[in-house]
Structures are given as C-alpha cells and as structure tokens.
C-alpha cells in the first residue's frame, strides 16, 4: 500500500523558517511530479509549489524566493524550505505525488494527511 506522509509542521514565529518532508513510501515502481500544496481556514487548497523528477520546480509567483521545494529520488522524499515566514502562510500543507504503483499501468495522484504549520506570536 502507498502512502505518503508528511512531517516538519508546527508553530513558528513571523520571519521564522521551517522545512516540510513528505516521503512516498510501499510498492511504487516510479514517481513523476511531486508537489505541496496549502489550505488556510476558510479557502481553497492551493497549489504551493511543484518539482519534476528531473528537479525543475514550479512556484506560486508570490512565494517564489521565500520557499524552496527540492526532492531526493533515492529516498522518494519531497521537502519544502519555507523562510520569512509570514502569518497568511498559516495553512495545512500537503504533499502530493504522481506515482505508479506496483501493479498498474499509470501514474496516479497521491496526497499525504496534511501537517499544520501556523505563523504566530
């Protein structure tokens, strides 16, 4: 069974820092994009940024320069480095991957549970 799970979320200060892990893990032949995504209280889930699984990443116009999203193939892991954090990134992050598991023909979306991460004083 795949899944995915995410870590890293919690309480931080404003222009504090923080870094997201997800890790894909169970039967899983290959892993196409992986990405996070946010909701706050109230709003839609939001794209947060994207990566290939040759590296090239994608961002939100307005985080680009405060996050970073990388991913380490070898260990089927996504991170996101958020900086000069802010209270409106308060949200549920969530990673996602587009994977084949061991079985099926396609590629396939994958979400992890989510993890908080609230920027407060």
């Known amino acids: 069974q795949v899944q995915l799970v995410e870590s890293g979320g919690g309480l931080v200060q404003p222009g504090g820092s923080l870094r997201l892990s997800c890790a894909a893990s169970?039967?899983?032949?290959?892993?196409?994009?992986m990405g996070w995504y946010r909701q706050a209280p109230g709003k839609q889930r939001e794209l947060v940024a994207a990566?290939?699984?040759?590296?090239?990443?994608t961002y939100v116009g307005s985080l680009k320069g405060r996050f970073t999203i990388s991913r380490d193939n070898a260990k089927n892991t996504v991170y996101l480095q958020m900086s000069s954090l802010k209270p409106e990134d308060t949200a549920v992050y969530y990673c996602?991957?587009?994977?084949?598991?061991?079985?099926?023909?396609?590629?396939?979306?994958?979400w992890g549970q989510g993890t908080q991460v609230t920027v407060s004083s």
């Open positions: 996602t991957a587009d994977l084949r598991p061991r079985g099926r023909d396609a590629h396939f979306p994958y």
């Open positions: 990566i290939t699984s040759g590296g090239s990443p």
């Open positions: 169970g039967s899983i032949v290959s892993i196409n994009a």
